[in-house]
């Protein structure tokens, strides 16, 4: 309770808590600098995966490492946060260039996406045969009975009763 909240003793046995948003800021931040520290942050594979993935981890991008690193250690720790603490813990930190970098990194991806996709088919007309008449849809065998309806087909009901017979008034 001390870490977030202003204390004031009143008497030995008697002390009162009061929440401070400021102190709970610099709390969290401490516990955002250790989990962004690269001995903690690395042993995440998911952090690594992430931050691999966004080009991070390439040789010239130190800068853009530390940040990243943070944002991660923002978002492990959103997990137990509530949804205006988390952005206001957001706001805290300086997040443009890393942004920049990641918008530029998703633009190239949308490019390499759109010149690698396959052109969409046309959608096929009556195919002909080749007396030039137009070919029908095949059409879906019907289905199958199940075994004892096949067996019950080969049953020979003659002479016997149809079943409706039972629930009918004797004469």
Do not use: W
Request: a positive charge; charged letters at 30%.
């Amino acid at each position: 309770m001390k870490r977030i909240c202003e204390v004031k003793e009143i008497t030995a046995e008697i002390i009162v808590y009061r929440y401070s948003q400021e102190k709970t800021m610099n709390y969290f931040k401490a516990k955002v600098g250790r989990l962004a520290t690269p001995s903690v942050c690395e042993m995440s594979s998911t952090v690594v995966r992430q931050l691999a993935k966004d080009g991070l981890m390439d040789d010239g991008k130190e800068d853009l490492l530390g940040p990243a690193r943070i944002k991660a250690a923002c978002e492990m720790l959103s997990q137990y946060l509530s949804s205006d603490m988390y952005t206001t813990l957001l706001a805290s930190y300086d997040f443009d260039a890393l942004h920049a970098h990641i918008q530029s990194i998703q633009a190239e991806r949308a490019v390499f996406a759109e010149d690698s996709a396959p052109a969409p088919k046309a959608k096929r007309g009556k195919t002909q045969t080749q007396n030039g008449e137009a070919a029908e849809k095949k059409r879906k065998a019907p289905a199958k009975g199940s075994n004892g309806v096949e067996k019950l087909k080969k049953v020979n009901v003659q002479g016997m009763s149809k079943i409706s017979s039972f629930f009918q008034k004797p004469k």
